[in-house]
């Protein structure tokens, strides 16, 4: 998972409780709601865990629903919080999601380096090759290892179906 800070898109109306998720989020973890009384807006007012769902509507598509004893703001906007999953880098011209910019380059050499070792195992040379692939994916391990929340859920997160 990679921190998505925020998404401001969506706005309260009278008597209306459910919400489309925005297109990114794979988990939310909190839902708040905009004080507009100051200039710039702030954020302070959190809703709590117990007054908001995360579920699918009849299409399946993800669905933000309040419950009914929710008082809705009427003209203000909800700020989501959440995290998405990481880009699948398919094009030379993909820009890498910040935060995963080693573990891509370890992995890359590691795969790089397995591959060109892979071609004759019985030289020296390629052994050498091989040694350093093993070391290249043990270092992308590490940082994972050494993040370990950075790249997975939040405690008390939502999962968002479908995503």
Sequence with gaps: MIILNDDESLEFAVNDYDYDIPADFAFIHEIRVEDDTLTPSTWDEIVEFHLWRV???VLGTPELI???GFPIPDGKAIKVMGQKR???YTA?????DAGMES????SALASALSYMASARPDVEFERGRFALSQEARRRADRFL???PMRFRPFPNSEYVPTR
Excluded at 92 to 96: F, G, M
Excluded at 103 to 106: Q, S
């Design 103 to 106: 573990f891509i380059r370890e």
């Design 66 to 68: 309040f419950h009914t």
């Design 86 to 88: 990481p880009s699948l």
């Design 55 to 57: 579920t699918e509507d």
């Design 92 to 96: 030379i011209t993909d820009t890498i």
């Design 145 to 147: 290892a050494l993040q």
